[in-house]
């Protein structure tokens, strides 16, 4: 199984972006798929999640301006973060989601999102 993050890149604040994970392995559609950040110094933290079901939730930082959706039919969980701000700054990852938040799966290389002031 793998995870592959893209399209992070260098954004101003209030600024858009949308990242993209393509999950290889089975049983995508049954999965709960999340978004998850790491910023430099802290540990990894979960974003936004999406059931198999499309049932949506959000970390209070990012309600209302990060939209999760996904894609069964390309295996592909997608987040659109708008009103970017600079500590939105992290490596963004995707993964399978347990009920306690934590990845299920060996994590990938995440995509680096840098938005400057």
């Known amino acids: 199984v793998q995870l592959q993050a893209s399209g992070g890149g260098l954004v101003q604040a209030g600024g858009s972006l949308r990242i993209s994970c393509v999950f290889s392995?089975?049983?995508?559609?049954?999965?709960?798929m999340g978004w998850y950040r790491q910023q430099l110094g802290n540990e990894r933290e979960l974003l936004a999640t999406?059931?198999?079901?499309?049932?949506?939730d959000y970390r209070d930082s990012v309600r209302g301006r990060f939209r999760i959706t996904r894609d069964n039919a390309k295996n592909t969980v997608y987040l659109q973060m708008n009103s970017l701000k600079p500590e939105d700054t992290a490596v963004y990852y995707c993964?399978?989601?347990?009920?306690?938040?934590?990845?299920?799966?060996?994590w990938g290389q995440g995509t680096q999102v840098t938005v400057s002031s």
């Open positions: 392995g089975e049983f995508f559609s049954r999965r709960r």
């Open positions: 999406i059931t198999s079901r499309h049932t949506v």
């Open positions: 993964n399978d989601v347990l009920s306690n938040g934590e990845g299920t799966l060996p």
